[in-house]
């Protein structure tokens, strides 16, 4: 668990790392704090992530935040992710706006993700899966933005037991806006 926590902040850390210029072309990261509502019992959303562009509109991007903030202590849960997108007229950046598409690794942690027994009895922490979506960036000044996205996230195991305790399989859809910078 610590090692994929030192992955996600040294990819988050990356693109802050590049150096603002102002040449034609757009500058490779890109960070963004979000905020949003999700289905269930998910609202809200927040959190923060960054991309680093690496190909020809192809991104490789990591995000911490955290569903369920709304209600009962016991209904919140972190979400993690690694993920891969595909920006569409990614050379154009100044108002402009960029639809992209994207998924990746999902992992669920805290105490809501309980699984089941884990090894010599205790619960695991944490919940495996996958997401999926897209949404759009809008550049109105050169290095600040606003991004909309909507996502799926899906896995096989239960997320907020206390809330839905019977229910095997749970996924949710959520619907985030966000202050981008590169």
Do not use: C
Not at 20 to 27: M, T
Request: proline fraction near 4%; glycine fraction near 18%; charged fraction near 15%.
């Amino acid at each position: 668990m610590k090692e994929f926590i030192v992955i996600m902040a040294w990819l988050f850390l990356i693109p802050t790392l590049a150096w603002a210029q102002y040449a034609e072309h757009p500058p490779r990261g890109l960070g963004y704090v979000f905020v949003g509502a999700g289905s269930g019992m998910t609202t809200p959303t927040v959190g923060f992530g960054g991309e680093l562009h690496v190909a020809r509109g192809f991104a490789l991007g990591a995000e911490v935040g955290a569903i369920g903030l709304g209600g009962d202590p016991n209904e919140k849960t972190g979400v993690g992710s690694a993920n891969l997108s595909y920006h569409f007229l990614h050379k154009k950046t100044r108002g402009h706006a960029a639809p992209f598409v994207g998924g990746g690794y999902t992992v669920f942690f805290g105490h809501n993700t309980h699984t089941g027994t884990g090894l010599w009895g205790h619960k695991p922490l944490m919940t495996q899966g996958f997401n999926v979506g897209g949404g759009v960036d809008i550049f109105a000044e050169r290095l600040v933005g606003v991004r909309v996205d909507i996502r799926y996230h899906g896995h096989g195991g239960r997320i907020l037991n206390y809330v839905f305790p019977d229910l095997d399989q749970f996924s949710f859809v959520a619907v985030r806006i966000a202050l981008t910078f590169w």
